[in-house]
C-alpha cells in the first residue's frame, strides 16, 4: 500500500525551456535529501523501517541517474538492507498496479500497453510485471518529445505537453493537417510530425506576424491530433496482430486528455477492456519505481552494492 509520494519540482526546467542534463543533475543532488526525508515523514516511517530500497538504474540522463544511484547504494548499505535497481519505463507499466486504497480495476496479463513519456515511446506485450515484451517502439523522436517541441516552437513554456492538452480543447484539430508517418510495422516516428508542424507554424509568421498565437488553439488541437492518429493506428493494428484483450497506457503523454479518450474509443470501437492510471502515476513518480521494486524483491533480484546506473538499456 502507498504511504507516501514526493516529487520535487522542476522550475529548472522551465526556465531553460528544456531539461539541460547538467542543471538537471544538481537539482537531483539538491533535492535528493529532503525529498527522501519528506516521503519518510509523511509515510510515518524511520528509515530503520525500510524492508528495502529501490532506485532508477535506467535509462536516463547519466548524471541524474547517478545521483540517485549513488543515494540509494548508500542507503542500502547503511540500512543493511536490499537494493533494487529498476527500469524506468519498465516501471512506468507498473502505474496500472499502484494501490493507494482507492478502489479501480487493474489490469490481468498479458495486456498491451502504449508507453508514451519524454523519452520514450513503445508498444509493450506486459505478461506478467517481470515480462515485458517490446514490440514497437519509436525511430527517432518521444511523443513526449513532439508534443514539447511543438509547444516550444509556439512559444510555451517547458514541458509543454500540458499546454497542448489545454489549448488543443478548445482548438479545430482538422484547421491544419500534419503528414501522417508511413512507418510500417509496429515502430512509431514523430520526427516527420515534428518539423512539418515545426514548418507550418515558422511559414504561418512570415505571411501574418502574430499567427501562432492567434492560431494557437487549431495548431495545439492538430498537432495533438496528429500525434494520437499515429498512436491509436499502431494500437489498433497491435491489438489485432497480438489478439490481445486488454490494452493500457502509462508514461507522461497517457496525462493527455485527448490520447485517455481516443484509447477509450478505440477500446470500444476493438472489443478490448482499456486500463488508465490515475494522472499522478502517469508522470514520473516515485511511487512507479517503488511498485516494480516490489515485484523485484519478491522475486528475489537483488542489485549489488556496486550497480552503476546506465543511460540506455533499450
Ligand atoms: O514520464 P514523464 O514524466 O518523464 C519521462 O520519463 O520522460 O513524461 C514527461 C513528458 C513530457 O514530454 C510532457 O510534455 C509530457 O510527458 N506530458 C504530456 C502531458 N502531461 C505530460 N503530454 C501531453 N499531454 C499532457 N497532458
Ligand atoms: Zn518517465
Same mark, same amino acid.
Given at each position: 500500500?502507498?504511504?507516501?509520494?514526493?516529487?520535487?519540482?522542476?522550475?529548472?526546467?522551465?526556465?531553460?525551456?528544456?531539461?539541460?542534463?547538467?542543471?538537471?543533475?544538481?537539482?537531483?543532488?539538491?533535492?535528493?535529501?529532503?525529498?527522501?526525508?519528506?516521503?519518510?515523514?509523511?509515510?510515518?516511517?524511520?528509515? $530503520?523501517?525500510? @524492508?528495502?530500497? +529501490?532506485?532508477?538504474? %535506467?535509462?536516463?540522463?547519466? /548524471?541524474?541517474? *547517478? #545521483?540517485?544511484?549513488?543515494?540509494?547504494?548508500?542507503?542500502?548499505?547503511?540500512?543493511?538492507?536490499?537494493?533494487?535497481?529498476?527500469?524506468?519505463?519498465?516501471?512506468?507499466?507498473?502505474?496500472?498496479?499502484?494501490?493507494?486504497?482507492?478502489?479501480?480495476?487493474?489490469?490481468?496479463?498479458?495486456?498491451?500497453?502504449?508507453?508514451?513519456?519524454?523519452?520514450?515511446?513503445?508498444?509493450?506485450?506486459?505478461?506478467?510485471?517481470?515480462?515485458?515484451?517490446?514490440?514497437?517502439?519509436?525511430?527517432?523522436?518521444?511523443?513526449? $518529445?513532439?508534443? @514539447?517541441?511543438? +509547444?516550444?516552437?509556439? %512559444?510555451?513554456?517547458?514541458? /509543454?505537453?500540458? *499546454? #497542448?492538452?489545454?489549448?488543443?480543447?478548445?482548438?479545430?484539430?482538422?484547421?491544419?493537417?500534419?503528414?501522417?508517418?508511413?512507418?510500417?510495422?509496429?515502430?512509431?516516428?514523430?520526427?516527420?510530425?515534428?518539423?512539418?508542424?515545426?514548418?507550418?507554424?515558422?511559414?504561418?509568421?512570415?505571411?501574418?506576424?502574430?499567427?501562432?498565437?492567434?492560431?494557437?488553439?487549431?495548431?495545439?488541437?492538430?498537432?495533438?491530433?496528429?500525434?494520437?492518429?499515429?498512436?491509436?493506428?499502431?494500437?489498433?493494428?497491435?491489438?489485432?496482430?497480438?489478439?490481445?484483450?486488454?490494452?493500457?497506457?502509462?508514461? %507522461?503523454?497517457?496525462?493527455?486528455?485527448?490520447?485517455?479518450?481516443?484509447?477509450?474509443?478505440?477500446?470500444?470501437?476493438?472489443?478490448?477492456?482499456?486500463?488508465?492510471?490515475?494522472?499522478?502515476?502517469?508522470?514520473?513518480?516515485?511511487?512507479?519505481?517503488?511498485?516494480?521494486?516490489?515485484?523485484?524483491?519478491?522475486?528475489?533480484?537483488?542489485?549489488?552494492?556496486?550497480?552503476?546506473?546506465?543511460?540506455?538499456?533499450?
Amino acid at each position: 500500500m502507498l504511504r507516501s509520494n514526493v516529487i520535487a519540482s522542476q522550475e529548472v526546467h522551465a526556465k531553460w525551456g528544456g531539461v539541460v542534463p547538467e542543471l538537471a543533475s544538481r537539482a537531483h543532488q539538491e533535492h535528493i535529501v529532503p525529498v527522501v526525508r519528506e516521503a519518510l515523514d509523511k509515510a510515518g516511517v524511520k528509515k $530503520e523501517d525500510l @524492508d528495502a530500497v +529501490a532506485f532508477t538504474r %535506467g535509462p536516463g540522463l547519466i /548524471g541524474a541517474l *547517478l #545521483v540517485g544511484t549513488c543515494f540509494a547504494r548508500s542507503l542500502a548499505q547503511a540500512l543493511e538492507i536490499p537494493l533494487l535497481a529498476v527500469d524506468h519505463v519498465q516501471a512506468h507499466v507498473m502505474a496500472h498496479f499502484i494501490n493507494d486504497g482507492e478502489e479501480r480495476p487493474m489490469p490481468d496479463f498479458p495486456f498491451l500497453n502504449l508507453t508514451v513519456s519524454g523519452g520514450h515511446s513503445q508498444l509493450v506485450l506486459v505478461r506478467s510485471p517481470l515480462d515485458m515484451e517490446v514490440i514497437g517502439t519509436t525511430l527517432d523522436d518521444a511523443a513526449g $518529445e513532439a508534443f @514539447d517541441k511543438g +509547444a516550444k516552437v509556439l %512559444g510555451l513554456p517547458y514541458p /509543454g505537453g500540458p *499546454l #497542448v492538452d489545454k489549448y488543443a480543447r478548445t482548438g479545430d484539430p482538422d484547421r491544419f493537417v500534419l503528414p501522417k508517418p508511413a512507418i510500417t510495422g509496429l515502430d512509431l516516428s514523430f520526427s516527420g510530425i515534428k518539423t512539418a508542424f515545426v514548418a507550418l507554424v515558422n511559414r504561418g509568421e512570415m505571411m501574418q506576424p502574430g499567427f501562432k498565437e492567434t492560431e494557437c488553439d487549431h495548431l495545439c488541437a492538430s498537432l495533438q491530433k496528429a500525434i494520437i492518429d499515429h498512436l491509436m493506428a499502431k494500437m489498433r493494428r497491435a491489438i489485432r496482430q497480438h489478439e490481445v484483450e486488454r490494452i493500457g497506457i502509462a508514461g %507522461g503523454v497517457a496525462a493527455n486528455s485527448g490520447l485517455r479518450k481516443r484509447l477509450l474509443e478505440l477500446g470500444e470501437r476493438e472489443g478490448v477492456k482499456v486500463f488508465i492510471p490515475p494522472f499522478a502515476y502517469c508522470t514520473d513518480n516515485a511511487a512507479m519505481i517503488a511498485m516494480a521494486g516490489h515485484h523485484l524483491l519478491e522475486a528475489g533480484r537483488l542489485a549489488t552494492l556496486d550497480v552503476v546506473p546506465i543511460a540506455r538499456i533499450h
